[in-house]
C-alpha cells in the first residue's frame, strides 16, 4: 500500500465556557442547600406526610452507596447503614426505606428506597416492577426469584 496523500489536522480545546452560573461550592452554599433538604415539604395538596425516592437501577450502579452518601451528609461523618460494595450479583435484596435525619435528630419529609439491582438472570421480576412504580410493596419486601425477567414474556396462569 503506497501513501500519496496525507493530511494531518490538530484539535485544540478552545475558552471553556460554562452553559450556567453556579454558586462557588463552600461550607455556607452545603448549609444552604442542607438547609433547602431539611425543610422540604411534599405539596399539600398531595396529602402525603413524606415522598419515597424509589432508586432502581442495575447492580452496582451506587444505590446504596448514595444512600450512604446522603446519610454521612447529615450525621456529620462517615456512616454505612446500607450495606454497599462490588458484587456481580445485587448485594440489597430488599426494598428498603432509608429514613434520613437532620442534624437535630428529627426525621426528613423523604425516604431514600433502595432495591436490587437489576440483572439479566436475577434481581427484580416484571410484576415485582410494577407493584414498586406504584408504591404497593410493603417496607423490607424479599424480592422474590420469579421467572419473569426483564425482556421474557409475561404468562400468566
Not at 105 to 130: K, V
Amino acid at each position: 500500500m503506497a501513501v500519496t496523500e496525507l493530511e494531518v489536522y490538530r484539535l485544540t480545546d478552545g475558552k471553556v465556557t460554562p452553559w450556567r452560573k453556579t454558586p462557588e461550592w463552600n461550607e455556607k452554599f452545603l448549609e444552604t442547600l442542607m438547609e433547602d433538604i431539611v425543610v422540604f415539604k411534599p405539596p399539600r395538596e398531595m396529602g402525603l406526610s413524606e415522598v419515597r425516592v424509589l432508586m432502581l437501577s442495575r447492580v452496582g450502579s451506587g444505590k446504596s452507596s448514595f444512600s450512604n452518601t446522603i446519610n454521612s451528609i447529615f450525621k456529620g461523618r462517615i456512616s454505612q447503614r446500607a450495606r454497599s460494595g462490588k458484587a456481580s450479583h445485587s448485594i440489597t435484596t430488599v426494598c428498603t426505606p432509608h429514613v434520613t435525619k437532620s442534624r437535630s435528630g428529627s426525621a426528613l419529609n423523604f425516604r431514600l428506597c433502595d432495591t436490587r439491582g437489576l440483572e439479566a438472570t436475577q434481581g427484580l421480576n416484571i410484576l415485582e416492577c410494577n407493584y414498586l412504580l406504584d408504591g404497593h410493596v410493603p417496607d423490607y419486601y424479599e424480592h422474590s426469584s420469579l421467572p419473569e425477567r426483564w425482556g421474557s414474556q409475561m404468562s400468566v396462569s
